[in-house]
């Protein structure tokens, strides 16, 4: 599976629209990309994912540039209980499970 | 949502003795489940992946002795870590996966304590 980059860390006003990039330029055509969050001790939670589109749930929005090499995840309006690390993965779908591995994510902090 | 439910949420046991984990996804039929291992200020780390009826596929360094991962139905996979010691404190978070593209949903952990 291609490797994700993100930044370590971000800070975001509540209220505000969060914006969390994350960058895979080695993924591959078949391959996903997914975003989950983790809250302090507690399992990770799956927000979207998307192959090329932009896809927009109830919880937030994901760009993927054309060239699919970047995205960026949109919390569209932040709350203190959105602070949480963020995991961008990227993994293939072959009509098999297949894993998923955890980098080391974005610790979004959500301040008023 | 899918549920994934993970129980129990935290045990403390001596040395020696043997921890049994449950992970049940409760509104779906997992084909794969996976099981984790999150040391503190560390990610999540992939220690082996189980098909239901089938043996589990251990990461590498993973013990396939010391952790024992039983999946007998499309709904319910355990993790049995055997002879616990202090280094296997840890916390220890399921995963259920339909199928395809379908995402994994995670159960909300175990926390292990080992005295």
């Known amino acids: 599976d291609a490797k994700t980059t993100q930044p370590t860390s971000m800070d975001c006003a509540e209220g505000r629209a969060a914006n969390l990039p994350c960058n895979h330029s080695t993924i591959s055509g078949n391959e996903y990309v997914y975003w989950y969050r983790q809250i302090h001790s507690q399992g990770p939670q799956y927000i979207i994912h998307g192959l090329k589109n932009n896809e927009t749930n109830e919880m937030a929005s994901l760009i993927i540039t054309e060239d699919r090499k970047s995205s960026t995840l949109i919390l569209p309006h932040a709350t203190l209980r959105d602070t949480a690390v963020y995991y961008c993965?990227?993994?293939?779908?072959?009509?098999?499970?297949?894993?998923?591995?955890f980098g080391t994510g974005t610790r979004l902090q959500v301040t008023l | 949502g899918a549920v994934v439910s993970q129980h129990p949420s935290w045990v403390i046991c001596k040395s020696g003795t043997s921890v049994k984990i449950e992970c049940r996804s409760l509104d779906f039929q997992a084909t794969t489940m996976f099981w984790y291992r999150q040391f503190p200020k560390q990610s999540l780390m992939l220690m082996a992946t189980?098909?239901?009826?089938?043996?589990?596929?251990?990461e590498q360094g993973v013990e396939k002795d010391k952790f024992l991962i039983n999946h007998a139905s499309l709904t319910l996979s355990t993790l049995t870590v055997t002879s616990a010691h202090p280094e296997d404190s840890s916390f220890y978070i399921c995963?259920?996966?339909?199928?395809?593209?379908?995402?994994?949903?995670f159960g909300d952990g175990t926390r292990l304590s080992i005295l």
């Open positions: 993965i990227v993994r293939a779908n072959t009509g098999t499970a297949s894993k998923l591995t």
């Open positions: 995963s259920a996966h339909r199928q395809g593209v379908q995402p994994q949903h």
């Open positions: 189980s098909n239901e009826g089938s043996k589990a596929t251990y």
